[in-house]
């Protein structure tokens, strides 16, 4: 099973076979406010995730979600004019659920009760810089791209710094 590496430092997201060895690497952006565990922190959190859910497999480039759903709207650019304080989930979900117990799983630090995701943007001019409420967000179609080559159950490690091609 393929699993991704999020590394904050570098907001970058790769994705990795069996063997580790890295086949995809796509620019991201994590939390404004860094990382954090805390249930309403609009931190990024850190450790080690699955991915639970996968949400919108045949969605258009650019669908929007509210509250995981699609809307039946596409997204453009006057959407955004429309509503500027909007974070506008698109394209694809992917829903993630912290593994640690009482780090990233449980209490008040439960990324999967926090509404943690992987998903597009609409800001993805901004893709690179830690920019989201959370949320590692992607452009649409990188997200499209990593939607099919990783499963419910896929591990999803959030670290700091990985370096360049250091793997586990």
């Known amino acids: 099973m393929n699993r991704v590496?999020?590394?904050v430092a570098q907001q970058r997201l790769s994705v990795l076979d069996e063997r580790g060895n890295m086949f995809a690497?796509?620019?991201?952006?994590?939390?404004?406010?860094?990382t954090?565990?805390?249930?309403?922190?609009?931190?990024?959190?850190l450790g080690r995730h699955v991915v639970a859910e996968k949400?919108?497999?045949g969605a258009p480039l650019y669908a929007v979600f509210r509250a995981r759903q699609l809307t039946g709207e596409i997204w453009t650019a006057a959407h955004s004019v429309?509503?500027?304080?909007r974070d506008w989930i698109l394209t694809r979900i992917l829903w993630l659920a912290g593994t640690e117990a009482g780090h990233n799983q449980g209490g008040d630090v439960d990324t999967f009760a926090r509404y943690i995701y992987i998903h597009g943007t609409s800001e993805e001019h901004?893709?690179?810089q830690p920019v989201s409420h959370g949320c590692i967000r992607m452009s649409n179609r990188d997200v499209m791209n990593?939607?099919?080559v990783i499963d419910v159950g896929s591990v999803v490690d959030v670290v700091m710094d990985q370096g360049d091609e250091r793997e586990e």
Do not use: C, K, M, N
């Open 55 to 57: 949400i919108g497999a």
């Open 82 to 85: 429309a509503e500027p304080d």
């Open 25 to 34: 690497r796509y620019p991201v952006s994590t939390a404004l406010l860094g």
């Open 5 to 7: 590496q999020i590394d």
């Open 126 to 128: 901004l893709l690179g």
């Open 146 to 148: 990593l939607f099919d």
């Open 36 to 45: 954090g565990q805390q249930q309403g922190s609009f931190q990024t959190p």
